[in-house]
């Protein structure tokens, strides 16, 4: 027994023994008995006492809390906009994914760079710099505004793109039209998601927390209201959910500036008064934030080419895919609450030079995050009509049996690759959090072309596998890269690592 307490604090050990030695001089067979009795009371001590230490579980619980409703809000409201669109019909709903997620694929590059911000913000608040902290902050509003302009280029080239997709010209059709509206809120959702990061980063995130609720049900009740037709507005279906979507956003990126121009932000990180264009924080934002974006591209477009190449399985096989992912986004964007939690906190402990308590906050993080996902993977496998309901509830029953029947089993690979994907998000965040976006950079690289982008183009187009054989290629990579930052995260490299200026503040 004695190996069970190497790792594990004095007080608890004290405990144990105590109750260990109670349970010898009863002797004979009972105290080997009682065996499994003291490894669970090791474990419950270990909890408690992580629990509640500085930074332990309750802490980041408590810190994560407001992003986990702030990106739960998301997916509920992703959600919510793919069931109605379920209801409307078949092929809204298989168009929505592919074209949503071309769009967000493209948007992330600039996305993932703009955010990075919050990790300089971190490392400023946790050395104490706040007065650099609002430079950095307009500098990624900028990159905002480069994207929103980049994305009205992009519009007139969308019947190409689609075209050269090669899906079924009622589903295409369809795609064009949502591509195109939600092109029109690119600026605001770059912009609102930076500024969303820099409350993060100076532990605000109860704001963030309210602005993106305010947003989602902004967005339901447009959802509702224009993609039936309640207003008589002349628009309806898919095109309702896209002009819904970027009002919302446009909302929230109000909502963040009003509160930006309050006298304490001003005062204390220069908001309003560092508005100006910094070349040189500009170049660190893309020299860290550029390999942060393509990771973040990377990432998306992997997934993105898989969606589109399943529609050559035809309009149910790619709605249940749609569905499928859309189901996986409701467990899933909680945990990235958690990963923007682990990035904050391990960037504002790099900044006070206190990279071990940045290591054992990373750890705690996957904990709590494994648990999560752990139970939410049984309910995929055991419970996967708890999940599909929503959709089949007012859809025809008749086209929907067999979208239902594939959606099912695409939740048992969704349920397989999920426990491996906290391993990606924490300790991917973690290291960006330092700064080692280089790394992730090149590992998405390497990772989204060699094991699903590529595999899964032979499956498809050469081999003709079903799709359950494509998805397997999906399982494969989450875990891939989810054991190849936990390998990078356990080397420490990441300790030494800084993102902001080395000098002292004035």
């Not at 008995?33 to 629990?51: D, T, V």
């Not at 204390?268 to 893309?286: G, H, M, S």
């Not at 990235?336 to 054992?360: C, H, M, W, Y």
Request: proline content about 3%; overall charge positive.
């Amino acid at each position: 027994m004695n190996f069970l307490l190497r790792k594990t604090d004095d007080s608890i050990k004290q405990e144990f023994l105590t109750i260990k030695e109670k349970w010898q001089r009863k002797g004979g067979p009972q105290y080997f008995l009682a065996i499994p009795f003291l490894f669970l009371l090791i474990a419950k001590l270990k909890f408690q006492a992580r629990w509640n230490e500085k930074f332990g579980y309750k802490y980041i619980i408590l810190f994560a809390f407001p992003l986990i409703l702030s990106t739960g809000s998301w997916s509920i409201q992703h959600f919510v906009d793919r069931m109605f669109l379920a209801w409307y019909s078949p092929e809204s709903i298989a168009a929505s994914l592919p074209s949503g997620i071309l769009n967000f694929a493209i948007i992330s590059i600039f996305l993932g760079t703009a955010s990075y911000a919050g990790t300089f913000i971190a490392q400023y608040f946790g050395s104490r710099q706040y007065e650099k902290i609002g430079s950095i902050l307009w500098q990624s509003i900028y990159l905002a505004v480069i994207a929103g302009i980049f994305f009205l280029f992009l519009i007139p080239y969308a019947p190409e793109m689609f075209d050269f997709i090669g899906h079924d010209k009622d589903v295409k059709d369809l795609e064009i039209v949502y591509f195109k509206i939600l092109c029109l809120g690119a600026f605001p959702q770059v912009a609102a998601s930076s500024i969303g990061g820099f409350f993060s980063s100076i532990n605000k995130t109860v704001t963030v927390m309210w602005v993106n609720i305010i947003m989602t049900v902004i967005n339901i009740t447009l959802d509702y209201l224009l993609i039936f037709n309640k207003l008589n507005l002349g628009v309806e279906g898919i095109e309702g959910a896209a002009i819904a979507t970027v009002i919302s956003v446009f909302c929230a990126l109000l909502m963040y500036g009003v509160i930006l121009l309050l006298p304490k932000y001003r005062r204390k990180f220069n908001t309003i008064q560092a508005w100006k264009f910094n070349p040189d924080k500009f170049k660190r934002l893309l020299k860290f934030g550029f390999p942060n974006g393509v990771q973040f591209f990377l990432d998306m477009a992997g997934f993105t080419f898989f969606i589109l190449f399943v529609g050559k399985y035809g309009k149910e096989s790619l709605a249940a895919t749609s569905i499928a992912f859309n189901i996986s986004t409701l467990a899933f964007m909680p945990m990235i609450g958690f990963g923007i939690t682990i990035s904050v906190l391990v960037g504002q402990n790099l900044g006070r030079n206190k990279s071990s308590v940045a290591e054992r906050i990373a750890y705690s993080g996957f904990h709590l995050t494994f648990g999560y996902m752990f139970l939410i993977s049984l309910a995929y496998l055991f419970k996967a009509e708890w999940f599909i309901a929503p959709f089949s509830a007012f859809a025809d029953s008749g086209s929907f049996a067999n979208i239902a029947e594939i959606t099912t089993v695409l939740l048992k690979f969704i349920a397989l690759y999920s426990i491996f994907e906290t391993m990606s998000i924490i300790f991917a965040s973690a290291i960006k959090g330092a700064g080692d976006t280089f790394f992730v950079m090149v590992t998405m690289i390497a990772a989204s072309t060699g094991i699903l982008i590529i595999p899964s183009y032979l499956s498809i187009f050469v081999f003709n596998w079903s799709l359950y054989v494509s998805w397997i290629f999906t399982v494969f990579y989450v875990v891939t890269i989810g054991f190849t930052f936990f390998i990078r995260f356990r080397q420490s490299k990441w300790k030494s690592m800084r993102v902001i200026e080395t000098e002292e503040p004035n």
